[in-house]
């Protein structure tokens, strides 16, 4: 199901999700709190689209794999490397029945932008406003990824050691 394991890019992706609750808390920084969440769900969609590499120093590391991007889901107005919607319709079948409900799909593609849209609201005339439910997907979705690993044989320590909730 896993066809290549991507732990450290969970562990940062379960990081961003932690700075996504915290803040989430603070009146004033709900905004920065769904922005963390959308990072946290877009580097654990990309943990499903990486390959190895061997990078400059000879360390093997995980890279995501843009080629695996499927076109049928892109906004064509916009990048899809942020898109949460066509990173999630570009996983591998069985990972996207074994992580989404039908519902997810929609919700997703509301939120599809909010990396780009909301982290620079200086730029923006319109504020957005704010919803826990990309928080709440980020921690469904890691907690479901590592419960994955486990099951396909992940041997990396901070995953083993990790107590999922799902």
């Known amino acids: ?12 992706s379960f990081k961003y999700y932690l700075a996504s609750c915290h803040l989430g808390t603070i009146k004033g920084l709900e905004y920065v709190s769904c922005v963390n969440a959308a990072l ?29 991007i499927n076109k049928d889901f892109r906004d064509e107005k916009r990048s899809c490397s942020h898109d ?3 990173l999630a319709r570009s996983l591998p079948i ?24 909301s982290r620079y609201l200086y730029e ?8 826990g439910t990309l928080s709440e997907l980020a921690g469904l979705y890691v907690n479901k990824t590592i419960s994955l690993y486990k099951k396909s044989g992940c041997n990396d320590l901070w995953i083993s050691k990790f107590e999922t909730k799902y």
């Not at 199901?1 to 940062?12: D, L, S």
């Not at 519902?103 to 780009?116: A, C, G, P």
């Not at 923006?124 to 919803?131: E, F």
């Open 1 to 12: 199901m896993v066809k290549e394991f991507a732990p450290w890019m969970v562990e940062e």
């Open 40 to 68: 946290s769900i877009e580097i654990l969609f990309k943990s499903y689209l990486c390959k190895k590499e061997i990078n400059k120093h000879g360390v093997v590391i995980s890279k995501f794999d843009s080629s695996l």
């Open 84 to 86: 949460l919607y066509t």
């Open 94 to 117: 069985d990972i996207q029945g074994y992580l989404f409900l039908d519902s997810d799909f929609e919700i997703l593609k509301r939120y599809r932008h909010t990396f780009t849209d």
């Open 124 to 131: 923006v005339s319109l504020h957005p406003g704010y919803s």
